[in-house]
Protein backbone atom coordinates (compact mmCIF):
# COMPACT_ATOMS: atom_id res chain seq x y z
CA UNK A 1 0.00 0.00 0.00
CA UNK A 2 1.43 3.44 -1.07
CA UNK A 3 2.25 5.23 2.10
CA UNK A 4 1.75 9.46 2.44
CA UNK A 5 3.22 10.88 -0.46
CA UNK A 6 4.42 14.85 -1.00
CA UNK A 7 5.48 16.79 -4.12
CA UNK A 8 7.84 18.49 -5.11
CA UNK A 9 10.47 16.63 -2.67
CA UNK A 10 12.75 19.97 -2.95
CA UNK A 11 11.81 23.74 -3.69
CA UNK A 12 14.11 26.40 -4.09
CA UNK A 13 12.44 30.30 -3.73
CA UNK A 14 13.44 33.48 -3.05
CA UNK A 15 12.31 35.75 -0.12
CA UNK A 16 8.51 37.33 -0.70
CA UNK A 17 7.60 34.63 -3.11
CA UNK A 18 4.01 32.17 -2.56
CA UNK A 19 4.88 28.54 -2.34
CA UNK A 20 2.28 25.45 -2.20
CA UNK A 21 3.10 22.04 -0.70
CA UNK A 22 1.44 19.14 -2.08
CA UNK A 23 -0.26 16.23 0.31
CA UNK A 24 -1.95 12.76 -0.52
CA UNK A 25 -2.85 11.02 2.34
CA UNK A 26 -2.50 7.14 2.92
CA UNK A 27 -5.72 5.46 1.49
CA UNK A 28 -8.40 5.62 4.24
CA UNK A 29 -7.22 8.43 6.20
CA UNK A 30 -9.65 11.22 6.46
CA UNK A 31 -7.06 13.18 8.73
CA UNK A 32 -4.09 15.35 7.48
CA UNK A 33 -1.73 17.40 9.70
CA UNK A 34 0.91 19.43 8.06
CA UNK A 35 4.71 20.17 10.46
CA UNK A 36 7.70 22.06 10.05
CA UNK A 37 10.56 20.63 10.68
CA UNK A 38 13.88 23.03 11.08
CA UNK A 39 17.39 21.77 11.35
CA UNK A 40 18.24 20.49 14.46
CA UNK A 41 15.01 20.36 16.08
CA UNK A 42 11.84 18.19 16.29
CA UNK A 43 8.87 18.84 14.00
CA UNK A 44 6.26 21.68 15.19
CA UNK A 45 2.18 21.59 14.23
CA UNK A 46 0.75 24.07 11.91
CA UNK A 47 -2.36 22.73 10.58
CA UNK A 48 -4.63 19.50 11.16
CA UNK A 49 -7.47 19.56 8.69
CA UNK A 50 -10.29 16.37 8.63
CA UNK A 51 -13.08 16.16 6.24
CA UNK A 52 -11.79 19.36 4.77
CA UNK A 53 -12.54 21.54 7.79
CA UNK A 54 -9.53 22.80 10.12
CA UNK A 55 -9.58 21.42 13.25
CA UNK A 56 -6.45 22.41 14.82
CA UNK A 57 -3.84 25.51 14.31
CA UNK A 58 -0.34 25.74 15.63
CA UNK A 59 1.49 29.18 16.17
CA UNK A 60 2.15 30.21 13.02
CA UNK A 61 1.28 33.49 11.29
CA UNK A 62 -1.68 34.11 8.72
CA UNK A 63 0.71 33.61 5.95
CA UNK A 64 0.28 30.10 5.89
CA UNK A 65 -2.86 28.64 5.13
CA UNK A 66 -4.05 25.04 3.71
CA UNK A 67 -6.80 23.31 2.46
CA UNK A 68 -8.14 19.61 2.09
CA UNK A 69 -10.01 18.09 -0.97
CA UNK A 70 -12.74 15.61 -1.52
CA UNK A 71 -10.57 13.27 -2.18
CA UNK A 72 -8.47 13.51 1.43
CA UNK A 73 -5.31 15.37 -0.45
CA UNK A 74 -4.20 18.87 1.18
CA UNK A 75 -2.23 21.37 0.17
CA UNK A 76 0.13 23.54 1.99
CA UNK A 77 0.54 27.55 1.11
CA UNK A 78 2.61 30.14 2.56
CA UNK A 79 2.80 33.67 1.34
CA UNK A 80 5.26 36.58 1.23
CA UNK A 81 8.32 33.78 2.29
CA UNK A 82 10.80 34.77 4.61
CA UNK A 83 14.31 33.20 5.36
CA UNK A 84 12.97 31.79 7.94
CA UNK A 85 10.26 29.71 6.48
CA UNK A 86 13.48 27.57 4.99
CA UNK A 87 12.77 24.09 6.62
CA UNK A 88 11.65 20.49 6.04
CA UNK A 89 7.58 20.84 5.96
CA UNK A 90 6.21 17.16 6.50
CA UNK A 91 2.71 16.05 6.03
CA UNK A 92 0.91 12.81 7.62
CA UNK A 93 -2.07 10.96 8.06
CA UNK A 94 -4.03 9.42 10.06
CA UNK A 95 -7.46 7.89 11.08
CA UNK A 96 -9.03 10.51 13.66
CA UNK A 97 -9.13 8.55 16.87
CA UNK A 98 -7.08 10.04 19.50
CA UNK A 99 -4.03 7.76 20.06
CA UNK A 100 -3.88 6.10 16.77
CA UNK A 101 -0.46 7.35 15.49
CA UNK A 102 0.73 9.28 12.47
CA UNK A 103 2.06 8.49 9.67
CA UNK A 104 4.48 10.75 7.70
CA UNK A 105 5.75 11.56 4.65
CA UNK A 106 9.36 12.07 3.42
CA UNK A 107 8.51 15.89 3.00
CA UNK A 108 9.19 19.06 0.94
CA UNK A 109 12.56 20.37 1.50
CA UNK A 110 11.78 24.54 0.82
CA UNK A 111 14.67 26.39 0.89
CA UNK A 112 14.30 30.53 0.71
CA UNK A 113 17.18 32.59 -0.85
CA UNK B 1 0.15 21.92 28.82
CA UNK B 2 1.82 18.77 27.34
CA UNK B 3 5.33 18.90 26.38
CA UNK B 4 8.20 16.36 26.31
CA UNK B 5 11.84 16.57 26.82
CA UNK B 6 14.22 14.64 25.47
CA UNK B 7 17.72 14.13 27.31
CA UNK B 8 20.78 14.41 25.47
CA UNK B 9 21.17 15.62 21.95
CA UNK B 10 23.69 13.31 20.87
CA UNK B 11 23.93 10.14 22.16
CA UNK B 12 27.05 7.07 20.90
CA UNK B 13 26.79 3.68 21.65
CA UNK B 14 29.30 0.72 20.18
CA UNK B 15 27.75 -2.09 17.91
CA UNK B 16 26.64 -4.53 20.46
CA UNK B 17 26.06 -2.35 23.17
CA UNK B 18 22.64 -1.50 25.07
CA UNK B 19 20.77 1.91 23.57
CA UNK B 20 19.06 3.89 26.19
CA UNK B 21 17.43 7.43 24.78
CA UNK B 22 15.19 9.04 27.31
CA UNK B 23 12.05 11.17 27.06
CA UNK B 24 10.04 12.86 30.05
CA UNK B 25 6.66 14.41 29.17
CA UNK B 26 4.62 16.66 30.97
CA UNK B 27 0.79 15.94 30.53
CA UNK B 28 -2.61 16.53 32.94
CA UNK B 29 -4.28 14.37 31.41
CA UNK B 30 -3.25 10.52 30.76
CA UNK B 31 -0.83 10.90 27.66
CA UNK B 32 -0.45 8.76 24.82
CA UNK B 33 2.88 8.45 23.38
CA UNK B 34 4.94 8.18 20.76
CA UNK B 35 8.51 6.90 19.18
CA UNK B 36 9.38 7.97 15.98
CA UNK B 37 12.89 7.79 13.68
CA UNK B 38 14.05 9.48 11.39
CA UNK B 39 16.51 8.49 8.78
CA UNK B 40 19.16 11.30 6.50
CA UNK B 41 16.10 12.86 3.76
CA UNK B 42 13.34 10.99 5.12
CA UNK B 43 10.56 11.55 6.92
CA UNK B 44 9.51 10.06 9.93
CA UNK B 45 8.61 6.43 11.11
CA UNK B 46 6.32 5.08 13.45
CA UNK B 47 8.88 2.70 15.84
CA UNK B 48 6.20 2.33 18.98
CA UNK B 49 3.31 3.91 20.59
CA UNK B 50 1.99 3.68 24.31
CA UNK B 51 -2.03 3.81 24.48
CA UNK B 52 -2.70 2.94 28.19
CA UNK B 53 -2.61 -0.36 27.34
CA UNK B 54 0.54 -2.47 28.84
CA UNK B 55 3.15 -0.44 30.08
CA UNK B 56 5.74 -2.33 27.94
CA UNK B 57 5.20 -1.42 24.27
CA UNK B 58 7.20 -3.31 21.96
CA UNK B 59 8.01 -1.66 18.61
CA UNK B 60 9.84 -2.72 15.36
CA UNK B 61 13.74 -3.46 15.06
CA UNK B 62 14.03 -4.77 18.52
CA UNK B 63 13.13 -1.30 20.21
CA UNK B 64 10.90 -1.17 23.40
CA UNK B 65 9.67 1.56 26.12
CA UNK B 66 8.36 1.51 29.37
CA UNK B 67 6.06 4.19 29.96
CA UNK B 68 6.27 5.11 33.86
CA UNK B 69 3.87 7.37 35.37
CA UNK B 70 5.63 8.23 38.81
CA UNK B 71 8.47 8.96 36.66
CA UNK B 72 7.01 10.77 33.99
CA UNK B 73 8.94 8.70 31.54
CA UNK B 74 9.12 6.94 28.65
CA UNK B 75 12.49 5.80 27.40
CA UNK B 76 13.19 3.57 24.67
CA UNK B 77 15.85 0.63 24.69
CA UNK B 78 17.25 -1.77 21.94
CA UNK B 79 19.59 -4.29 23.95
CA UNK B 80 22.17 -4.74 20.96
CA UNK B 81 22.65 -1.62 18.99
CA UNK B 82 23.38 -1.97 15.28
CA UNK B 83 25.03 0.10 12.58
CA UNK B 84 21.59 0.80 10.83
CA UNK B 85 20.28 2.13 13.86
CA UNK B 86 22.12 5.13 13.64
CA UNK B 87 19.23 8.27 12.97
CA UNK B 88 17.52 11.02 14.66
CA UNK B 89 14.76 9.87 17.63
CA UNK B 90 11.93 11.87 18.44
CA UNK B 91 9.70 11.42 21.42
CA UNK B 92 6.04 12.53 20.79
CA UNK B 93 2.67 13.31 22.88
CA UNK B 94 -0.44 13.41 21.37
CA UNK B 95 -2.46 16.39 22.56
CA UNK B 96 -5.69 16.15 23.93
CA UNK B 97 -8.58 18.35 22.01
CA UNK B 98 -10.13 18.67 19.05
CA UNK B 99 -7.62 17.80 16.90
CA UNK B 100 -4.82 15.34 17.10
CA UNK B 101 -1.79 17.64 17.66
CA UNK B 102 1.71 16.01 18.49
CA UNK B 103 4.11 17.58 20.34
CA UNK B 104 7.52 16.57 19.45
CA UNK B 105 10.77 16.66 21.44
CA UNK B 106 13.92 18.23 20.17
CA UNK B 107 15.13 14.69 19.10
CA UNK B 108 18.01 12.37 19.85
CA UNK B 109 21.04 11.52 17.44
CA UNK B 110 22.16 8.65 17.98
CA UNK B 111 25.41 7.60 16.56
CA UNK B 112 26.51 3.55 16.46
CA UNK B 113 30.27 3.13 16.14
CA UNK B 114 31.70 -0.06 15.18
Known amino acids: DAGVTQSPT ?30 GQGPQFIFQYYEKEERGR ?22 ALLLGDSALY ?17 GTRLSIL | A ?35 VQYPNQGLQLLLKYTSAATLVKGINGFEAEFKKSETSFHLTKPSAHMSDA ?17 FGKGTKLTVNP
Open chain 1, 10 to 39: HLIKTRGQHVTLRCSPISGHKSVSWYQQVL
Open chain 1, 58 to 79: GNFPDRFSARQFPNYSSELNVN
Open chain 2, 87 to 103: AEYFCAVSVQGGSEKLV
Open chain 1, 90 to 106: LCASSLLNRGQPQHFGD
Open chain 2, 2 to 36: QSVTQLGSHVSVSEGALVLLRCNYSSSVPPYLFWY
